[in-house]
């Protein structure tokens, strides 16, 4: 167990709707990162927050969005939802900058 | 940006035999990390190591950074090693982290 919480673990959804995917990091850690993980596109790195800020941006869609909240929980918001964003997505989180622990995952399927 | 290729992509052991992962980005680096999702899809975190050599267990991992390579070592496998390894690395001075493809390791009994 990393002490990284992700909810919920699954999620079944149709095409157009909307989802929020949460995350609490290891106490003490103060950065908290998003992964999209897929067959066809392996594991993507979105976004990360340090101490409520957006600190860095990779592949995240302008339909996705995330914020870390002052008690460091952070969550993912997926919009307008295709086929395509089925997929494993991960939190992990650091102390600050350096070593990143990974919660268990959401798996989410879009019908 | 910085690219990672681990190799081989695939790799298939007897139990009891060893076998050596390798990582190659291609810019410098002040993170790098080794992970092991299992079947069940769950990434375990095997060492942090931008640079020198580790070892845990039977597993050890050295990273040569002025080379720009990274090598896990798995001696004497079991068949629950089975799974990917990822290689995962943040160029110096950057905040996102790049993941290798993967190798793909199947222990058979």
């Known amino acids: 167990d990393s002490g990284v919480t992700q909810t919920p673990k699954h999620l079944i959804t149709a095409t157009g709707q909307r989802v929020t995917l949460r995350c609490s990091p290891r106490s003490g850690d103060l950065s908290v990162y998003w992964y999209q993980q897929s067959l066809d596109q392996g594991l993507q790195f979105l976004i990360q927050?340090?101490?409520?800020?957006?600190?860095a941006k990779g592949n995240i869609l302008e339909r996705f969005s995330a914020q870390q909240f002052p008690d460091l929980h952070s969550e993912l918001n997926l919009s307008s939802l295709e086929l395509g964003d089925s997929a494993l997505y991960f939190c992990?989180?650091?102390?600050?900058?350096?070593?990143?622990?990974f919660g268990p995952g959401t798996r989410l399927t879009v019908l | 940006g910085i690219q990672v290729e681990q190799s081989p992509p695939d790799l298939i052991l007897q139990e009891g035999a060893n076998s050596t992962l390798r990582c190659n980005f291609s810019d410098s680096v002040n993170n790098l990390q080794w992970f092991h999702q299992n079947p069940w899809g769950q990434l375990i975190n095997l060492f942090y190591i931008p640079s020198g050599t580790k070892q845990n267990g039977r597993l050890s991992a050295t990273t040569v950074a002025t080379e720009r390579y990274s090598l896990l070592y798995i001696s004497s496998s079991q068949t629950t090693d089975s799974g990917v390894y990822f290689c995962a690395v943040e160029r110096t001075g950057g905040f996102k982290t790049i993941f290798g493809a993967g190798t793909r390791l199947f222990v058979k009994a």
């Open positions: 927050y340090y101490n409520g800020e957006e600190r």
């Open positions: 992990a989180s650091s102390v600050v900058h350096n070593e990143q622990f």
